[in-house]
């Protein structure tokens, strides 16, 4: 079974909690996705020393190198993916946007998580703009990455309701929560081929295609 399993880049930029919560699913014996490499974009993200505290690989491609070059900074994270054999790229609050090339080459295999019901609220400053807008509901979304920013093929989403008395802290500390089941259940379905895309749709071939519901999430695999 361990030669079969997807290994996997997870590329951070600050604290790494939704890192964490994949490096914890990892562990279990059957899930399809080994953790290969954790790389930040920023030498003292504090996820790196997290990452290192599990044993894992870690790398640093600090983006002030490179001077605005978008391009060349991204041959520099492509040589470290080729050079740790990686299936799969996870971006876990990975700040920079990557180039169309770049992004290309990973279609289909690179995930990112955004803390919004996508399409609403792409960018930053996301739960903020989701109680200005008076939204009821807010949540976050795990998707395939395409060129455009906070877009393409949605994977999972969970929704959380937006309270009378959130704060943007508040409602954060909600989603973050969500988001931290979302995402590694969102990579174990990848990882195991058991997602199909078409278009802007994507088909989920599992039992676990369904809505449960918890505490104070509803979680929309
Ligand atoms: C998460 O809330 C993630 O959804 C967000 O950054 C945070 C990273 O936290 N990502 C984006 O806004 C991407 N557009 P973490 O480092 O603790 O996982």
Redesign the pocket.
């Known amino acids: 079974m361990a030669s079969s399993k997807k290994r996997v880049a997870i590329l ?1 930029s ?6 964490t919560a994949i490096l914890d699913a990892a562990k279990a014996s059957d899930y399809p996705a080994k953790i290969a490499l954790v790389l930040s974009n920023k030498p003292d993200a504090k ?1 790196l020393e997290t990452a290192a505290n599990h044993g894992i690989a870690t790398e640093v491609v600090d983006h002030r190198s490179f001077k605005g070059d978008r391009k060349v900074f991204d041959a520099a994270l492509h040589k470290h993916l080729t050079a740790h054999r990686i299936d799969l790229v996870v971006l ?2 990975f ?1 920079r946007i990557l180039s169309a090339d770049f992004v290309a080459k990973w279609t289909d295999k690179m995930l ?4 919004s019901l996508l399409p609403s609220f792409k960018g930053l400053d ?1 739960h903020q703009r989701a109680l200005d807008t008076g939204c009821r509901l807010a949540g ?1 979304s795990v998707h395939f990455v395409r060129a455009d920013m ?1 877009s393409g093929p949605i994977i999972a989403q969970a929704a959380v309701p937006v309270l009378d008395n959130d704060t943007a802290d508040s409602l ?1 500390a909600r989603i ?1 929560k969500a ?1 931290h089941t979302i995402y590694p259940h969102a990579l174990e379905l990848v990882a195991s081929d058991k997602v199909s895309v078409q278009g802007m749709r994507v088909r989920i071939n599992s039992d676990a295609n369904m809505l449960c519901a918890h505490q104070d999430q509803q979680l929309i695999f």
């Open positions: 951070i600050g604290r790494g909690s939704n890192m996820g876990a609050g700040m990112n998580i955004h803390p996301t976050c906070d954060a973050l988001e």
